[in-house]
């Protein structure tokens, strides 16, 4: 669960990051990279889908400066996954309500990713 967001950092259960993150339903953080900073493509979320999550919500950034293209909307969409893309610090609070209401609907957690860009 994501403890707090402010620009340029994140904290996930207790840990604070200052590098843009996936995280994912088990709690596993991993660093985000992209190819082009605020751009984000299908090559930048593969590793994301490949896990099989449900719901994958993309924070853009505190302003919301980075962009989804087409062709990853597209890819997610085909694969099944529901695709959430907001404000980081939206994003983030959407992320915890998930893995909340899934935790108290079926007694588990539901297949969640989230990836947060920090900044801009």
């Known amino acids: 669960m994501v403890n707090e967001y402010r620009f340029g ?4 259960d ?3 990051y200052q590098h843009d993150v996936e ?10 990279r992209r190819e082009e900073s605020h ?3 299908v090559e930048d979320i593969k590793r994301s889908t490949e896990q099989n999550p449900e719901t ?5 950034g505190e302003a919301g400066v980075a962009q989804v293209t087409g062709n990853a909307r597209k890819f997610i969409q ?3 996954i529901k ?5 980081t610090g939206e994003a983030v609070k959407t992320f915890n309500t998930i893995l909340k ?6 007694g588990e957690q539901g297949k969640v990713i989230g990836l947060f860009h920090l900044t801009c």
């Open 9 to 12: 950092s994140i904290i996930i």
């Open 14 to 16: 207790g840990k604070n």
């Open 23 to 32: 995280v994912r339903w088990l709690g596993e953080v991993l660093q985000w």
């Open 39 to 41: 751009l984000i493509d």
């Open 56 to 60: 994958m919500i993309i924070g853009t």
């Open 78 to 80: 085909e694969k099944g």
């Open 83 to 87: 695709l959430i893309i907001d404000k």
């Open 101 to 106: 209401e899934s935790e108290l609907e079926k």
